[in-house]
């Protein structure tokens, strides 16, 4: 059983900068891919960000170029660093863990205008 636990969200104003954190506990953390979803008020959950256990990356286009996936795996942390964070960046950030499907509780993150 794998645990995840996400920190680092809260409020920012607009062009501001944020970095999420994700520890895990349990399990095998270098052989998982991982990712960060978000979820908006009214919205569905989407992939914000992805690593795979070789430190492959790929983004969704709205943060492209904003946001920076990276893995510490001697640490079993997953981190997102958000550059020039807009108000549509805001919602529940959660911390995933491929494929066994874990996630987090996630984390609050609103930008201000």
């Known amino acids: 059983q794998v645990q995840l636990v996400e920190s680092g969200g809260g409020l920012v104003q607009s062009g501001g900068s944020l970095r999420l954190s994700c520890v895990a506990s349990?399990?095998?953390?270098?052989?998982?891919?991982m990712a960060w979803y978000r979820q908006a008020p009214g919205k569905q959950r989407e992939l914000v960000a992805a690593?795979?256990?070789?430190?492959?990356?790929n983004y969704a286009a709205s943060v492209k170029g904003r946001f920076t996936i990276s893995r510490d795996n001697s640490k079993k942390t997953v981190y997102l660093q958000m550059n020039s964070l807009k108000p549509e960046d805001t919602a529940v950030y959660y911390c995933?863990?491929?494929?066994?499907?874990?996630w987090g509780q996630g984390t609050q993150v609103t930008v201000s205008s």
């Open positions: 690593i795979t256990s070789g430190g492959s990356t």
């Open positions: 349990g399990g095998r953390f270098s052989i998982y891919a």
């Open positions: 995933f863990a491929g494929p066994a499907d874990y």
